[in-house]
């Protein structure tokens, strides 16, 4: 048996699965913020903390913050809630569509600025930067993002403040009448940021930043979503190519018209000849064709006929009055030839009875 939608809609969430996700909140819109009694956090809270990018895309296309802005029972946002775990990605979505928190106060008055210095998210650093954000903001304690570098020992956050912030001064107290040099975690960092200092103090060293930064637009934040494409696609955010994709190639384009037949040259033997003359010469061809197969050679012939000279004598004579009766056979200047008449076989049952008793009484 299932179990209860929200805490379903919530599990879901937290381990990125967009699917459940689409068919919880279809079937159960009412549960789109879904805040946990627990701790004031909303969905798109807990997707933000772990850094659920689709699932964030999902969530403000169906309208969550539209109406007011949610934020946790500490007063975290869901910026200061990406900025954490340092998902630059998320955040960077977030701050398109919710502008204002660039520099709002969560849990004991720290901007997203103090949260990136306190976990030396230097990429993060560089995004609020890039989109704004103020670096000589104090939270409750007075203390500056300067301040909590030195605390928590983030070198990469202190270099980024000190040479392209262009923080060079320590002389800001917070409310405990301390400097950032005062508060920092060891001997060897303060001995770091004191060389930092001396360093951009050198002319022209500030314009050569050691960190480039993620410069970003700041977005209006849309009060409603079309059901149209997904806003991945269409987002200046790095699940989206910053330059245009090329265009496809075309395709050659093929005529509808087919090409035209070659036409026959008059050279060609026949071209221009009627039909019954071209019948004529194609049955002559193969007539010849045929007697040239059944032709032999004239050696064999001869031997033949020199080794069997009894039977050529006995051999009657060709009938004058056959070729008379055949003219086209006599007309052929081949019908003469010896080579194109038929070999006779000489056999005993060809030659009279009479003709044999004489032959055998001498």
Not at 127 to 142: I, R, S
Not at 241 to 247: F, G, R, V
Not at 255 to 268: G, L
Request: proline share 9%; charged share 20%; hydrophobic share 30%.
């Amino acid at each position: 048996m299932l179990g209860d939608p929200s805490v379903r809609l919530r599990e879901a969430v937290i381990e990125g699965n967009l699917l459940i996700v689409k068919r919880l909140l279809r079937r159960f819109p009412e549960y789109l913020t879904n805040v946990d009694p627990s701790n004031g956090w909303s969905s798109l809270h807990y997707a933000s903390y772990n850094g659920r990018y689709l699932v964030c895309v999902y969530l403000i296309q169906l309208g969550h913050d539209k109406q007011e802005l949610m934020t946790t029972f500490k007063g975290n946002t869901c910026v200061h809630l990406a900025l954490m775990n340092g998902h630059e990605q998320t955040t960077h979505l977030l701050l398109q569509h919710f502008p204002r928190f660039i520099d709002r106060p969560g849990e004991h008055g720290r901007t997203p600025v103090h949260i990136a210095c306190m976990r030396d998210h230097y990429q993060c650093l560089g995004l609020l930067m890039g989109v704004g954000a103020k670096l000589n903001v104090q939270d409750d304690g007075g203390d500056t993002p300067l301040h909590i570098c030195l605390q928590y020992g983030s070198i990469s956050c202190m270099r980024i403040l000190v040479f392209d912030g262009r923080i060079v001064g320590d002389n800001v107290k917070n409310n405990y009448d301390l400097r950032p040099s005062d508060v920092a975690e060891t001997f060897d960092l303060a001995k770091v940021y004191a060389k930092m200092l001396k360093d951009a103090q050198v002319p022209g060293v500030l314009g050569k930043p050691s960190y480039s930064s993620f410069r970003t637009p700041v977005l209006a934040s849309k009060g409603v979503f079309d059901d149209g494409p997904s806003p991945v696609l269409t987002m200046n955010s790095p699940y989206s190519l910053y330059s245009q994709p090329a265009p496809t190639p075309q395709l050659p384009r093929i005529p509808p018209s087919r090409r035209p037949s070659t036409t026959r040259s008059n050279k060609s033997p026949g071209a221009g000849a009627p039909l019954p003359s071209r019948l004529a010469s194609k049955d002559s061809s193969l007539s010849a064709s045929s007697s040239s197969l059944h032709r032999k050679p004239t050696n064999i012939t001869r031997s033949s006929a020199e080794a069997s000279p009894s039977k050529n004598e006995d051999a009657p004579a060709p009938d004058d009055n056959a070729s008379d009766a055949n003219p086209e056979a006599s007309a052929s200047p081949l019908a003469g030839s010896p080579r194109n008449e038929p070999r006779r076989r000489v056999s005993l049952l060809n030659i009279p009875i009479t003709k044999l008793r004489l032959q055998g009484s001498q």
